[in-house]
């Protein structure tokens, strides 16, 4: 029923647009929908599936009323946005119903509409965050066998707004690619700890421990995979793979 809803309010909306004095803009300025919108980001494990729906209506009235973006900010909405991608990414254990591919979707799409606005983009630019967006694409609980959110051609299209974030936004750009290096070094991490933990493991002829790696080797296969898709997409642009070289990218690709 709430999605529902949401998805009613949604429509609404966008119909009646910005010229009109019920538009989303003045809609959303209203101290109820503001404090519905708080209360939901505030409680996403509770929400769940209704959490990306609720992002795409605040990333919608903001592309559509750039004038409220400053609003966003100053009534709490795009720290409440933020503290729920850091919470994301540091949940060792996300439900299911909250990480959905639908809200890893709809992330980059907040973060661009957010920066519409020079102050707002000062805001998400100091925030930086980025390392956490792209550390999703690293999480266990988020790949098979434990979830399929990032299943399928995700990563791709994700990194197809990633690059659109960025040619939108050049301010962000240094701070995007730095992101994307940081993701493949840490990438890398993951495999030489990997590697070492299956050596000693044949070392000592622990059966029992080389078991309990397989997971962690399908789970190192998939962020691989990932990063990959998600990569291919930004650095398509010959500018951004020229920052991408020059950030150190190619160092941590062949490590």
């Not at 709430?2 to 009646?16: G, H």
């Not at 209360?39 to 795409?56: S, T």
């Not at 930004?234 to 941590?252: D, I, P, T, Y």
Request: aromatic share 4%.
């Amino acid at each position: 029923v709430l999605c529902s809803l949401v998805n009613c309010i949604t429509v609404v909306l966008q119909q009646q647009g910005a010229s009109t004095a019920g538009g989303g803009g003045a809609q959303l300025q209203k101290p109820e929908l503001t404090a519905a919108v708080l209360y939901v980001l505030a409680h996403v494990r509770e929400f769940g599936i209704l959490v990306p729906l609720v992002l795409a209506l605040l990333a919608d009235v903001m592309n559509n009323e750039p004038q409220v973006v400053p609003y966003v900010h100053t009534s709490g909405l795009a720290g409440g946005f933020l503290d729920l991608l850091w919470q994301l990414a540091g949940d060792a254990d996300p439900p299911a119903a909250t990480c959905s591919h639908d809200l890893i979707m709809v992330l980059p799409n907040v973060l661009g509409a957010l920066s519409l606005h020079a102050t707002g983009a000062g805001v998400v630019l100091a925030a930086n965050p980025f390392p956490a967006l792209l550390d999703l694409f690293l999480h266990p609980a988020l790949v098979m066998p434990r979830s399929r959110c990032l299943h399928g051609d995700c990563p791709s299209i994700f990194g197809t707004s990633f690059d659109e974030l960025m040619r939108h936004h050049p301010n962000l750009k240094a701070r995007c690619i730095t992101a994307l290096v940081a993701a493949c070094g840490k990438l890398v991490a993951v495999g030489r700890s990997l590697v070492a933990a299956e050596e000693e493991a044949l070392r000592s002829r622990d059966d029992t421990a080389l078991a309990a790696l397989e997971e962690r080797r399908t789970c190192f296969i998939q962020y691989v995979c990932n990063i990959a898709q998600l990569l291919e997409q930004v650095v398509s642009r010959a500018e951004h793979a020229s920052l991408f070289l020059a950030a150190g990218g190619a160092g941590q690709l062949l490590a």
